[in-house]
Each structure stands twice: as structure tokens, then as C-alpha cells.
């Protein structure tokens, strides 16, 4: 039993805390590269799979996006949706300052601090979704709504077309 707890992400414990039902999976990871690369490995699908995006907006506020793994945010419209005029991408070196969590192993549930968080609106069209797990080789996968309601997030289109 012990070893178990040792085992659990802050992510986890903050799912546990809110009896929200997950499912961890793990795999080995020597190297994250990205999103797809981990996804074609597990034969997992790109639409259902998020990878979690931090950006800083121009009144200095950090904002997180989460994305299906094949897509690209779109800069103007995640900006609209966090009312900010523009954003751009924090610098990989700044991830664990800002979120508590490394490249690869970013999930949007239970940051340093709670940021204002966006999904992109495909998230509702699927039963679960599987999002980084808080460190590297473990996957959260979960039902949406319990993921935007843990996060405290909103869902608009955030990608380009």
C-alpha cells in the first residue's frame, strides 16, 4: 500500500480527493519527444488524447490550454478566450517554476496555482480523454466533465483550423 501512495502524482491525489474515478496508465519514457510520438507507441487516438499547453499573456498571467495532441493552438483565438490581447508560449526552461510539473509530464490538474483553463470543445465528444498523468510515462485518463469541473475550466474552439 505504501509503495502505491509513493507512486501518485499531485494530479492524482487531487482526483482522489475529489472521488473523481481515473485510470492511470504507464508506460516507459527515456525520452519525451511529443504528444504523437507517445500516442502512435500506445496505439492510443490523437482526438481524444490532450497534451497541455502554458502561456503567459501580455498582463503576465499564465493561462492553460489543453489541446488534442495533432493540433495546434491558435494563438489569437486562445488569447480571446482568456481576454487577453496576445499570449505566447512560456519557455520550456520555465515550466517547473510556473507549473510544478516537467515537459512531458504537464497536466492541467493541480498546478503550483490554479490558471484559468481552456479545453478545446472537442473535449465534450468523447466518454474519457487521456491527459499527461504529472510526470513522465503516466496518463490520467478520465471522463471530460470531471476533468473541466476539477480544473475549474472553460471549453471553446481554441484551435486552428
Avoid: W
Amino acid at each position: 500500500m505504501a509503495k502505491e501512495k509513493e507512486n501518485k502524482t499531485n494530479a492524482m491525489r487531487i482526483l482522489d480527493k475529489n472521488k473523481i474515478n481515473y485510470e492511470v496508465n504507464t508506460y516507459e519514457c527515456d525520452e519525451f519527444i511529443d504528444g504523437v510520438h507517445i500516442a502512435d507507441m500506445l496505439g492510443q487516438p490523437y482526438e481524444s488524447t490532450f497534451k497541455t499547453l502554458v502561456t503567459e499573456g501580455k498582463s503576465k498571467n499564465y493561462y492553460v490550454f489543453a489541446i488534442p495532441i495533432a493540433l495546434e493552438l491558435d494563438m489569437k483565438k486562445a488569447a480571446k478566450a482568456v481576454g487577453e490581447k496576445s499570449i505566447e508560449m512560456v519557455h520550456v526552461k520555465d515550466i517547473n517554476a510556473v507549473t510544478g510539473y516537467i515537459r512531458g509530464g504537464c497536466t492541467p490538474i493541480g498546478m503550483k496555482k490554479q490558471y484559468k483553463t481552456v479545453y478545446h470543445s472537442t473535449i465534450k465528444d468523447f466518454d474519457k480523454v487521456i491527459v499527461s498523468g504529472g510526470k513522465l510515462g503516466t496518463q490520467i485518463i478520465l471522463a471530460p466533465d470531471d476533468l473541466i469541473k476539477v480544473t475549474r475550466a472553460d471549453v471553446c474552439d481554441i484551435v486552428k483550423d
